[in-house]
Each structure stands twice: as structure tokens, then as C-alpha cells.
């Protein structure tokens, strides 16, 4: 049997790991591990020597626990096999990732629930070559970047999905703002996953998210919730602006409506007496706006009953001021309109007239 005099093994970036089978070799025998690698001397299943990138003899001072093997040499060999595994250490940066199955939360700002998904790139390295063989690749002849990439996929996904879901709940995101915040989520998952994999001597060198996405149905159903909500609150707030209220804002919408079709169907609208849940006060605003607009005179309004708690005077509708003493006139509780069915009612009302359906 010849002497090995030289050992070396070239690797691709795919390849990890490379195990390399002696049976014999000299006490001048050279390891030449190119750059970027690290060998490792195994007897007996016990990891041995490590060498670093460089030419080594595997006879030097160097080397003490391959020493108790050349104790043993006779005749210039070692009766005695052993294998040295070649690790890779190469940033491996092109990991595609994504979530194998959908993200069930609810968004925090639409209350809605919907399916996320997730997909970006990472990049792993070897970071301690004894603790990555004794606790991955163990006996195995060679380890590729897809086979660590398999033995850590579950560990990995269930760290990603949980810091998606507690980011978007806990700081209230919603999936449509999410982009704004894939930078800190990257740190964030970045620090969970290498604490998790530094038990298998590896390290995530990057990680990038390049999406969070809804399901399209999902996406769809939260723009129009959106939308609508947008439209609500600027309804909301024109009419903080301008002083009036939810139920005055329908009102205009009826008597403009009326406005537009008093030729014709005008008359036959204010007949029906406006059957729309909103009272009849607005059907006699209505016919008197259908009136104005005929040239009839307008009627007078009622007096009002209200008088002034502090000098006894006649108060008008709606005045919040005694125009005699100028003291506050209390005002009656803001009106009411049912959830159920939209009707008016009285501001200290506890059900409502028309429909029975308990208020807030």
C-alpha cells in the first residue's frame, strides 16, 4: 500500500462538508486546506486536530492529539485509519426562503382576518466547524448548503412566523403598512434565528424580508375596508370642521335631492313624507325648501316653550345664550340614531321608537 504523502480536497460553494477516508499516511505526510476552509482529524468517531487554512506536517509539535497516534508508528506508518473533514466556510448568500404555509392573524387597524405569507433571501456560514459536525452532519460522507438548509427550515420558519404575527399585533401594524417595517423585522428575526442555530456551530450572516403579503382575496377585501374607512373619517371630520352632525348631513341629502327633482317627481317625494327613518321634521323642511322654491310664502315657525332657568325669559330653539341676562341655557342631550334600523330619537332615550333595539 503506497504512502500518502499529500492530503487536500477541492470544495464548490454548494458543498459544506467533504469527508476524506485514510487508511494510511507517514509521520511527513503534508494537509494543505485551501482558503476559506477548515479540516478536522476524526479517529474513532472523536474529533481531533483542527486545522486552519494554510500547509501543515501533520508531524509538528503542532498537532498534540494527533501526536498520540504517531506514537504508535511503525515503520514510518500508522497502522491506524482515520478521516479528515474538509469544512466550507464560505458566506453562502443566495438562500431563498418563504413561509411553508400561511400566517393566520388578524389586522390590528382593519379588524380583519386575513393569511400572510413571507419569502426573502438569507446568507449562513460555518461558524464552529467541531460543534456544526458533531451536531449536523455527524457521520455523513458530505453535508450541502440544501441539506443544512432542510435541518433548519422548521426551526426557522416557526421563529419567522412568530415574530411577523407578535410585531403586527403588539405594535398594532397593519398588513398594508407593513413594508414601512421590514427593516426593523429583519434585525429582530435576524437575533432570534442565530440565537437558535449557534447550537449547531452556524451563523445567518444576513437575512433580508422581501415581502409580507396577504392572499389577494385578503389584500382586496382590506383596500375597500380601507377606503371605506378613509371616506368615514373625512365625512367625520368636514363636519366637526364645519359644525354639524351626522343626521344634519343626511338631511342635506334629502332636501337637495328634492332640490333636483322639484319639477316632477319633487311633489310626489314630499308626499310620501319622506319614508326614510329620518322623522317627519324633515319632511316639513322639505316642504317648505319645495315651497320657497314655488314663490309661496313661508310659513312662521312655533314659538318656542324654552325659557331662561335665570330670569324666567322666552328662549328660541337651538339658542344657547339667554339673549336678556346672557346666561348658559342647558341644552338637551344630543339626539340618538339606532344602530338597527337609523331612526332619531331623543338624546335621553333608551330604546329606540320605531324598531325597540336597546342604545348605547
Known amino acids: 500500500m503506497s504512502v500518502l504523502q499529500l492530503i487536500e480536497q477541492e470544495m464548490t460553494n454548494d458543498q459544506l462538508v467533504v469527508r476524506s477516508h485514510i487508511e494510511d499516511f507517514n509521520a511527513k505526510s503534508r494537509l494543505i486546506v485551501y482558503e476559506s476552509q477548515e479540516a478536522i482529524f476524526f479517529k474513532n468517531g472523536q474529533a481531533l486536530d483542527l486545522f486552519p ?3 501543515h506536517t ?3 509539535e ?3 492529539l494527533l501526536k498520540k497516534f504517531f506514537s504508535h508508528l511503525f515503520g514510518g506508518r500508522t497502522p491506524l485509519p482515520c478521516d479528515v473533514y474538509f469544512i466550507n466556510k464560505v458566506n453562502v448568500l443566495d438562500m431563498l426562503w418563504g413561509t411553508d404555509s400561511p400566517i393566520q ?4 387597524k382593519y379588524s380583519m382576518l386575513v393569511s400572510v ?4 433571501q438569507m446568507g449562513i456560514r460555518v461558524k464552529d466547524s467541531r460543534r456544526f459536525l458533531v451536531g449536523i452532519v455527524g457521520q455523513l460522507k458530505e453535508y450541502t448548503v440544501a441539506e443544512v438548509s432542510r435541518a433548519i427550515k ?4 416557526s421563529s419567522i412566523k412568530e415574530t411577523i404575527a407578535s410585531a403586527i399585533i403588539e405594535q398594532k401594524i397593519s398588513i398594508l403598512e407593513i413594508t414601512t417595517k421590514l427593516s426593523a423585522l429583519e434585525e429582530t428575526i435576524l437575533g432570534k434565528l442565530n440565537a437558535k442555530i449557534e447550537k449547531f456551530g452556524l451563523e445567518l450572516v444576513n437575512f433580508s424580508l422581501a415581502s409580507i403579503m396577504p392572499s389577494d382575496g385578503d389584500l382586496d377585501a382590506l383596500k375597500k375596508m380601507k377606503d371605506t374607512v378613509m371616506e368615514s373619517y373625512g365625512r367625520r371630520q368636514s363636519r366637526d370642521i364645519e359644525g354639524y352632525t351626522y343626521f344634519d348631513e343626511r338631511r342635506f341629502d334629502i332636501l337637495e335631492g328634492a332640490a333636483t327633482n322639484a319639477g316632477g317627481a319633487g311633489g310626489s317625494f314630499i308626499n310620501m313624507g319622506v319614508g326614510l327613518g329620518m322623522g317627519a321634521g324633515i319632511g316639513r323642511e322639505v316642504g317648505n325648501m319645495y315651497q320657497g322654491m314655488s314663490q309661496q310664502p313661508t310659513q312662521t315657525p312655533a314659538p318656542s316653550n324654552k325659557v331662561c332657568p335665570s330670569c324666567g325669559s322666552p328662549v328660541a330653539d337651538g339658542a344657547k345664550f339667554c339673549m336678556t341676562c346672557g346666561q348658559p341655557v342647558p341644552q338637551a342631550p344630543a339626539a340618538k340614531f339606532c344602530p338597527e334600523c337609523g331612526t332619531r330619537c331623543e338624546g335621553n332615550s333608551k330604546f329606540c321608537m320605531n324598531c325597540g333595539h336597546k342604545l348605547g
Not at 105 to 108: A, R
Open 53 to 55: 487554512a494554510g500547509a
Open 58 to 60: 501533520l508531524s509538528s
Open 62 to 64: 503542532n498537532v498534540p
Open 105 to 108: 392573524l388578524e389586522d390590528p
Open 117 to 120: 405569507r413571507a419569502r426573502g
Open 154 to 157: 422548521g426551526m426557522m420558519m
